[in-house]
């Protein structure tokens, strides 16, 4: 009890005391979602380009967790394809917002980019993830556990291995790989446990080690140094 308390919850407790000192929106209709100005248009890019994108969502939900989605555009292109799940409608969304458009007000980070032939290379790989999504039908979208926007980006990354991250500890939903008891191996070789989504262990070179409780992470990350604390995200490198 001590050791969850120290590893969980009083990371948690601080990242609520901080979000409750942030200047937001009170509800998602006074909220700006537009163009962030984090991603250049994409003319001025000129190699095949995939970055995976998080911003902190809104109400209290902003103070444990971000919403994710990814964006990709061919060489040549001159608009960016963007794709993330929402909890209205059909899930899975294609250009919905801005490739770079705030969250509840809040603006978006890269979480990583691959760029050139590798990016030319998985674009389509990542076109067959997104519809082989296995929760994309309407009303298939859940909050907590999963899944839900999370869920839906941490799929792709699986399934694509190669773009080389995993989203952030206070990534809610990430986790989730279905109901019941689920166990497995990824195409990039990590190993996953999850209990209904609540409660989970990862380990292997893209998650390094992580324990996972009620949608947070801790854990370590051995290839790019740092921590991974709920509700705060990483520190390190």
Request: charged residues 20%.
């Amino acid at each position: 009890m001590t050791l969850f308390l120290l590893l969980f919850v009083v990371p948690v407790l601080a990242s609520t005391a901080w979000w409750a000192l942030q200047d937001r929106p009170r509800h998602w209709n006074d909220a700006d979602w537009g163009p962030s100005g984090v991603l250049p248009a994409a003319a001025q890019v000129a190699d095949a380009t995939i970055h995976v994108m998080t911003a902190r969502t809104g109400g209290w939900k902003g103070a444990v967790s971000v919403h994710s989605w990814i964006v990709w555009k061919r060489a040549g292109d001159r608009r960016w394809t963007r794709h993330d799940v929402v909890g209205w409608g059909n899930p899975v969304r294609r250009d919905g917002y801005a490739p770079d458009a705030r969250w509840y007000s809040n603006d978006p980070v890269i979480r990583a980019t691959v760029t050139g032939a590798q990016a030319t290379a998985l674009i389509p790989r990542l076109e067959d993830a997104v519809a082989a999504y296995p929760w994309s039908a309407r009303g298939a979208y859940r909050i907590f556990p999963g899944p839900n926007s999370n869920t839906f980006v941490e799929h792709l990354l699986r399934e694509v291995p190669e773009i080389g991250t995993t989203l952030p500890p206070h990534a809610v939903g990430k986790d989730w790989r279905g109901p019941g008891l689920r166990w497995g191996r990824d195409p990039g070789g990590d190993l996953h446990v999850s209990a209904w989504g609540l409660l989970g262990l990862s380990a292997g070179p893209r998650t390094g080690l992580e324990l996972q409780a009620l949608g947070q992470t801790f854990g370590i990350d051995w290839r790019r140094p740092a921590l991974k604390l709920p509700g705060i995200g990483r520190v390190g490198v």
